[in-house]
């Protein structure tokens, strides 16, 4: 079995973290989660920080698995051997197809509406910006892992400041802070608020995507043991803080009535308060950042296909290792190229949907498959064991188990995003008879 070189560290680790989680999301649906809590900061605000403290809890409880399944794949392998081949299988196919393609789509999609703002292009233009970024990441991953990760510490380096500067800025010189009080009340009750707060909740998650990505990457992270543990707390807590700290900030700008038809939340905040230039300059933070974000998804996801290869379960190539740079080439080159078709296919609002519905189910599963692997195992011999088990991962699961109902009820209520959940669940349908095909080479 081919393997590959461990040379990412704590801060790496970090940074892929926070880099894979701030993309877009923050810059562009805070408008669009007030709008669906019918413009109430409260709600708002609660379900940026309901979105934190999931993401912590299945940060922590995939830091258990990471830790004890040091190894290429991440939740793959969790899922693999928790629950076997098939749902394993299932997970890797949607991820090629849908979850991870369909993020890296998305932030390009993303990269282009924001260098549309510094340079005006025409519809067509903007696919070629999107195709082109994806292959200059393409190439950057192939090029080597200590490359592109050096270049996810500086870029997440430069947005994390730019983002709490930015903040801070909107939060002295905004003049709607006295707006937000008149906001306080619930605007909706019972069933409708679920309803709302559920469908508010797939978009902060969309925000909130990419915490899971650094256990794909575990068989090149040193001492995971130590670091994974370490690293997914500390970028949970920074996330949380951030996020929060940044819509208040936004709200404070515009107020809640203009915040909730701002599409562009972040550049029109800037706009409002510091000026016009200043939102030009946010809108090449979010290039960095976007770009950031997608580096840190084919980096690590790319691994999962080489696992998939590695057991048989995928096209043999993607289990080779180039031998000059050490990293796997084809499985990198495959991602990259599915991605750009998708961006050429989609736009972002579009994509939301699919990544994030299919995500959470295995997400979830991923999740149950702590409680079959702890009874496997010695839990002396545990390098690190999730806090409040089996209560936490417990909670992943059954949240997992609530966005994927909730967004199959507001599918069947709207026929256009029933349509978006119906492709990606045809795609994930598809990989049935692509497993007992692979399952036959094997025979």
Partial sequence: MSTLVRTLRFQDL??????SVIGSGIFLTPGL???QVQGSVVACILAWIAGGVLSLLGALTYAELAASRPQAGGLYCYIRDGFGRLPAFLYGWSLFF???????????????????????????????????????????????TRKSSSIQNWTTLIKLSVIVLLASLL???????????????MTQHGISFLSSFGLAMIAVLWAYEGWQFGTYSAGEVIDPQKNFPHAFLAGSLILVGVYVLAVIAFLAALGPTLAQVSETIAAS??????????????????????????????LTASRVFFAMANDNLFFRDLARIHPRFHTPAPAIMALGAWSAVLACAGGFTELISGVVFVGWIFYGLAAASI??????????ALPYRVPGYPATPMLVVLAAAALVGNSLYLAFHNPRGF???????????SGLP?????????Q
Avoid at 271 to 296: C, D, E, K
Avoid at 371 to 380: H, N
């Fill in 14 to 19: 970090l940074f892929l973290f926070l880099g």
């Fill in 33 to 35: 989660i007030l709008r």
């Fill in 98 to 144: 849908v979850i991870t393609s369909g993020s890296v789509a998305a932030l390009a999609r993303a990269f282009s509406r924001y260098a549309a703002q510094l340079v005006p292009v025409s519809a067509s233009g903007s696919t070629v910006i999107a195709v082109l970024m994806i292959g200059a990441l393409t190439a950057i991953n192939v090029w080597g």
């Fill in 171 to 185: 939060l002295a010189g905004g003049r709607h802070s006295g707006d937000l009080r008149s906001t306080i009340a």
């Fill in 269 to 298: 905040s800037a706009a409002v308060v510091l000026g016009p230039q200043a939102a030009r300059i946010v809108s090449l933070t979010i290039l960095i950042s976007t770009f950031s974000a997608a580096n840190g998804t084919i």
């Fill in 371 to 380: 409680f079959p692997l702890r009874r496997t195992a010695k839990i002396d």
């Fill in 419 to 429: 349509a978006h959940i119906a492709i990606a669940v045809a795609l994930f349908a």
């Fill in 434 to 442: 692509a497993y007992f095909f692979w399952q036959r080479k094997l």
